[in-house]
């Protein structure tokens, strides 16, 4: 099993700046896998915000594209979203996720709230 926990988040006006962290652990840590963040706004599904392989490779949503910034430190089983120029469009719950390259073994963190006020 994967257990994550999240930190960072709050509120902040729009065009500023917020980071999430995600640390994760468990018995499974030593599997590759990807780690990302995803994001759930009000009455709307859950959406991919940006994903980073143990590679190092990324994948952003476009809404997110040259705003915000995801990386890993595999080392520490941690994996962060720095988010900038943020808009009360991306106002949603934010969830870390790790998936293992088989795509069998997935797992959620209990997600952090973000509130872009305009």
């Known amino acids: 099993q994967v257990q994550l926990v999240e930190s960072g988040g709050g509120l902040v006006q729009a065009g500023g700046s917020l980071s999430l962290s995600c640390a994760a652990s468990?018995?499974?840590?030593?599997?590759?896998?990807?780690m990302g963040w995803y994001r759930q706004a009000p009455g709307k599904q859950r959406e991919l915000v940006a994903t980073?392989?143990?590679?190092?490779?990324?994948n952003y949503a476009d809404s997110v594209k040259g705003r915000f910034t995801i990386s890993r430190e595999n080392g520490k089983n941690t994996v962060s979203l720095q988010m900038n120029s943020l808009k009360p469009e991306d106002t949603a719950v934010y969830y870390c996720n790790w998936i293992d390259l088989s795509r069998v073994y997935n797992y959620w963190g209990q997600g952090t709230q973000v509130t872009v006020s305009s």
């Open positions: 468990g018995s499974m840590i030593s599997v590759r896998a990807t």
């Open positions: 980073i392989t143990t590679s190092g490779r990324t």
